[in-house]
């Protein structure tokens, strides 16, 4: 078939029934594959990849097959036949492993008479809603996808919608147990299976189809095949390690000067403070009030002398009644919508106190993203905060219905995932420009190669409850293999604690168990008022008053402190240890900036060969020597850990040897989580266990 297939250069092109196909090299051992219906395929609006080194193709065609091989991946095309099918000749793509020849991937229909395995249904505008489909392994195991809350350390049998929400962040990369890393290039809104009969991806809307695919030995090969593709994270600044306190909300400088004044008189460490929402004069103004606020330049100055920085909250929505609403709509600086008024969510803001209709910048649009980063810049950066909190920056939308935006590159359906990969992109911009080389972003959400920002991804608004503190060792160690190493979680959970409430006052030592062993230890969250009564008969917290006001007006206090003098020391000790392996963790992340191998790692990822480990237990490997195995339970004094084959381990607390690949059951106690080191690191790393 002469006209079917063509080699030009790195790239593989397949022209049939009106179909465009084109595989090219991209990276090492990779392959970029990209569809339309028409004569050839089209760039992406938005794109995880970087441009690719250049690497050693070789590509043949034989009659009805083609291949092209990139490395340690091949891709292999046929014209297959389809008796009884709605087109009786499709080409079919498969990818195999050059080392071993075995099958990595391959494209298959649900149902011989259709639809095929690239489907491409006609939307308005020359968009198409895309499904593709692959076979399903009975074998195989699947990490990554960014950071799902389903709790899940598989993802095989789960189903995820790609779409980005509060807490539920869309990284569209996975790395297979067959020795494959998949990236979904697409920014649209849609869906991804993997059943146990199929694998699916569909986007709801797309110029066409963009995926990525490469091959490696073992789990660490391919993430770093991916980093290498996508970007390397840039170093960690030396104080992000270190203790982060945060509450909703800080209403003063006055009351966050007299928190970090604390601290520091109870000799407990501190690296940095956080100013939350509501520090502003209104949503879209991107300035302090002045008369909560009236000296920024003094409170940074403060905080920099007791060595604590600081990370203000700077959201992308805009009021209509901010002083530069009227301008950015003129200029189409805002998100539009396709149908009605343009606005996405309702939130309190103030002046009127109450809760307002709130639209979003434009972060597609350059100058839209000049003009927002020009304010955060002048008024923050410039007054001497130099770290940003980019909040709600999914964007947040209710309800979420992204086929009702218009943005300034096409409609919201087809690349709205994006959306806080380029608002993040133009506060590292801004941050380089203006030589803030130990600044960063926390940001609630991400898309696929945000982690070549200075980007710490948080979990966003959990509850604080024991099953999404479980959720969110699943949740860390998935970003952690979609490429993002710098992650926290809001210890203690965001939504409804209660120091009164003896559950949560042992939920909340556990999850700071579990801070102090993760990349970023930030304690956060609502915090009932202690004047409100911890129990109702529905389960449900009666505030009794409007809970928009419990917002607005703070909620409780989140210092170590304030949970009484016993939590205080058992609190206050933890924060010792993480002050101590602080160096420890200062390495892994300086191995994450060259590698792009995270701190946080799931067991399959560091003992691939050991498929036991493929069961998920809550454990999980933080640096290259300490199984951490967190309480994940309420009542518990006890921990079940299966202990991964190799090397010997050491329970840190006790000194206690145990065999590798044994179950073991383990006190512990409050204060002291299940850890253990392996034997042959045990003497290095002793004395950051003693001392405690």
Known sequence: MPDTFSID??????????ECVRIEAWGKDALRTRARPGGRVVEPRASALLEPSATKVEASVDGKH?????????????????????????PVISYFDTVTDDELLAETRPHFAGPPP??????????????????????????????????????????????????????????SSRGYGFLWNNPAVGRVEFATNISRWRAEATPGLDYWITAGETPEQILRNYVDASGYPPPCPDWVTGFWQSKLRYRSQQEILEVA????????????????????????????????????????????????KTVVSVWPTVNANSKYYADMREKGYLLGTERGVPAMIQFPDKEPLGVHFLAYYDAFNPDARDFHWDKAKRNYFDRGIRNFWLDACEPEMRPAHAEN???????????????????????????????????????RSSWAGGQRYPVILWS??????WDDFRAQIAAGLHAAMSGFGWWASDIGGFYEGHADDSDFRELLVRWFEFGVFSPVCRLHGVRVPGDVPHSALDGEVDYGRDLFRVFTETGGDNEIWSYGPELEEILGSLLKLRERLRPYLGSAMSDYAKTGVPPMRPLPFAFPRDTALRRGQGAYMFGPDLLVAPVLAPFADKRQVLLPNGSDWVHVWTGEKHEAGRTVTVRAPVGNPPVFCTRGRWKEHRDLFEAA
């Open 405 to 443: 935006i218009r943005t300034y590159q096409g409609n919201g359906a087809e690349m709205l995932s994006a959306y806080p990969l380029m608002h993040a992109e133009r506060y590292a911009e801004g941050l380089t420009e203006s030589g803030a080389e130990d600044a960063v972003l926390l940001c």
């Open 118 to 175: 690239r489907h491409f249904k006609a939307l308005a505008s020359g968009s198409f809603q895309l499904e593709a489909a692959f076979k399903a392994y009975d074998d195989e195991h699947l990490m990554g996808l960014g950071q799902p809350q389903h709790g899940r350390e598989d993802l095989k049998g789960t189903s995820t919608n790609l779409v980005q929400q509060n807490s539920h962040v869309i990284i569209p990369f996975v790395i």
């Open 9 to 18: 250069g790195n790239a593989l092109t397949i022209r049939f029934n009106s």
């Open 66 to 90: 083609a291949r092209i091989r990139n490395g340690r991946i091949e891709a292999r095309v046929r014209i297959a036949r389809r008796l009884g099918a709605d087109v009786q000749l499709e």
């Open 261 to 308: 004044r604390a601290y520091r008189r109870r000799g407990l460490p501190l690296s940095c403070i956080v100013i939350d929402f509501f520090a502003w004069t209104k949503q879209g103004e991107w300035e302090f009030d002045p008369q909560d606020w009236p000296d920024p330049e003094g409170l940074a100055r403060e905080l920099e002398e007791m060595n604590v």
């Open 460 to 465: 966003g608004d959990v509850r604080s409850t």
